[in-house]
């Protein structure tokens, strides 16, 4: 019995060894998702499985949309990134927002625009601060305890090399974090909108309003058809992937957020495909149309319900909600978590509105 499950380790720590870095989607001929393995993300310890980031390949250079949590896994995703359009040449980063899963990375770009909305630097000051103390705590201790596994074993092999190569991507990350390696800032900022044209591609920009954070964006590829919502109301990243979740004890400007969304949809007819950073699945045109409209009913029947001096309690119980989850059954589904979901975001969105 032992020895299956020695056998089993050496098999699952070989296959592990022999894997790619990194994992790579094509989503058009000219856009790639890119995140590091699984393996990868683990051993770091982030608390988010997945991060994605986006490559657009222009013709002319290439834009990069987010930059991982580290320059460490920013440098890993950059090498793949040249690799697989066969240039180097990085000519705009874009980060959906200042969130340090999203910016960590900065630094390795050290050349090119940084282009983010302009409340994004604070957005950058406040959360490392508050992260990276955590990070070197946590990194230590793994490397502490590797190291004690390594000690009792007596001869080296593929599961030591494992080990060892663990250890050399925690320090990896504890050197970026040791050497305070300073997330850069954007140094071209926008409030609402901004159009980058470059090679042969149109990336609109648009701002959405306070709510996840409070610098969050939305970057359209007009060629591909390829909608980036970064972190935008969770998507992709909560049980039910398709509803939205919006943030706890923080400014929600609904009504900027069903603006902005109104505005894109009109200006774009036809489907398109939208991605987000810490989501598995990719969504589409309906999806959005289904956000856009869940967000317009929570404002209109809050604002109603204020305004006739209804209690949270009962505007819990009102059936418009039920009906519309109903209608869209093709879209979300229809888990349990989702009236979870939807009590949560009307008890954030009474305290704004
Ligand atoms: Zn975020
Ligand atoms: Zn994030």
Known sequence: MRSFFIALLFICTFSIATARNT????????????????????????????????????????????????????????????????????????????HSCHTGGNSVFDQQSIVAHSLSIDEIKNYDDIFLGQTIDFLRKK????????DTMRIENAISDSINESIDLYRFYEDDLLNNY???????????????????????????GKGHGNADIMAYIEQDKVLCTGNLFHLGAQQVEAMPSFYLNRVNEIDKWVATMNTFLKQYAGDFTILTTHGKKNFDRENLEFINAYCQLVSTEVKAAKNSGISLEKLLENESFDNFFKKNRNIIGSSSKIAEMHERNLRIIWKYL
Do not use: C
């Open 23 to 98: 994992n790579v989607k094509q989503i058009t001929p000219d856009v790639i998702t890119i995140s590091p393995d699984r393996k990868q993300l683990q051993t770091l310890g982030w608390p988010n499985d997945i991060i994605n980031s986006v490559a657009i390949n222009t013709g002319n250079g290439i834009i990069l949309i987010d930059t991982q949590n580290s320059p460490a896994n920013a440098r890993l995703i950059k090498s793949e990134i040249i690799d697989q359009f066969n240039d180097s040449t990085f000519v705009y980063i874009i980060n959906t927002h200042g």
């Open 143 to 150: 490397i502490y305890y590797n190291n004690n596994v390594l």
């Open 182 to 208: 300073k997330v850069r800032y954007p140094d071209l900022t926008f409030d609402d909108t901004l159009t980058i044209s470059h090679g042969n591609k149109t990336i609109k920009l648009m701002y959405m």
